[in-house]
């Protein structure tokens, strides 16, 4: 089936720095992503839609001067976590949307934050 | 809008027994309906899907019908393994390109040896 990758699995950074998830389609173009957030034992919360050389498309209450998202090429969406902060610790998910209109998911980043 | 509920959790079974996650929906038009598993620590996979009522998703033993008339999309499988263990979401989608996943809350599946 269609692969999409995330990098870094995990991440441990301090508070006030900033932090880069990169998400690729590794077998497919992707016009469309998405950047998830779950919660321990929740179910995943959109925060907002990547597009392709548009800008992205956020969900309500999440900030897009915090959650920075860069979708460069039909095979790369970045999510950038801009000062992080203990509260921004979470298991961050992407998913692209293949040709064959599913939608596959990455395997998350875990951010922790001290 | 859109909704998914799913049965409340988590399910404890024993090994080869009878499993059933029950799922239903409210949507406008015709939505396309999807069961995704993940695995403690991973994202997720998608497990089986069906696009019209009627049509039957199957993959690695389980199995879902869309059940327009009921809006169900209830996930079955015959004999469980403890490899099974793992929490499941059903979902929608409207039709048209790069519509979002709507999410049910999820639900924790524990098999016992």
């Known amino acids: 089936g269609a692969v999409v990758s995330q990098h870094p699995s995990r991440v441990i950074c301090k508070s006030g720095t900033s932090v880069k998830i990169e998400c690729r389609s590794l077998?497919?173009?992707?016009?469309?992503m998405f950047w998830y957030r779950q919660f321990p034992k929740q179910s995943l919360m959109l925060m907002a839609t990547?597009?392709?050389?548009?800008?992205?498309?956020?969900e309500q209450g999440v900030e897009k001067d915090k959650f920075l998202i860069n979708h460069a090429s039909l095979t790369l969406s970045t999510l950038t976590v801009t000062s992080a902060h203990p509260e921004d610790s979470s298991f961050y998910i992407c998913?692209?949307?293949?040709?064959?209109?599913?939608?596959?998911f990455g395997p998350g980043t875990r951010l922790t934050v001290l | 809008g859109n909704s998914v509920t799913q049965m409340e959790g988590p399910v404890t079974l024993s090994e080869e027994a009878f499993l059933t996650i029950n799922c239903t929906y409210t949507?406008?038009?015709?939505?396309?309906l999807f069961w995704y598993v993940q695995y403690p620590g991973e994202g997720l996979q998608l497990l089986l899907k069906?696009?019209?009522?009627?049509d039957k998703g199957s993959n690695k033993g389980f199995e879902a019908t869309y059940r327009k008339e009921t809006t169900s999309f209830h996930l079955e499988k015959g004999s469980v393994q403890v490899s099974d263990s793992a929490v499941y979401f059903c979902?929608?989608?409207?039709?048209?390109?790069?519509?979002?996943?709507?999410f049910g809350k999820g639900i924790t599946l524990s098999v016992r040896p």
């Open positions: 998913s692209a949307n293949a040709p064959t209109d599913t939608q596959y």
């Open positions: 077998d497919f173009q992707a016009t469309t």
């Open positions: 990547s597009n392709e050389g548009s800008k992205a498309t956020y």
């Open positions: 949507a406008t038009g015709y939505p396309s």
């Open positions: 069906a696009t019209k009522a009627d």
């Open positions: 979902a929608l989608r409207n039709t048209g390109a790069n519509s979002k996943l709507t």
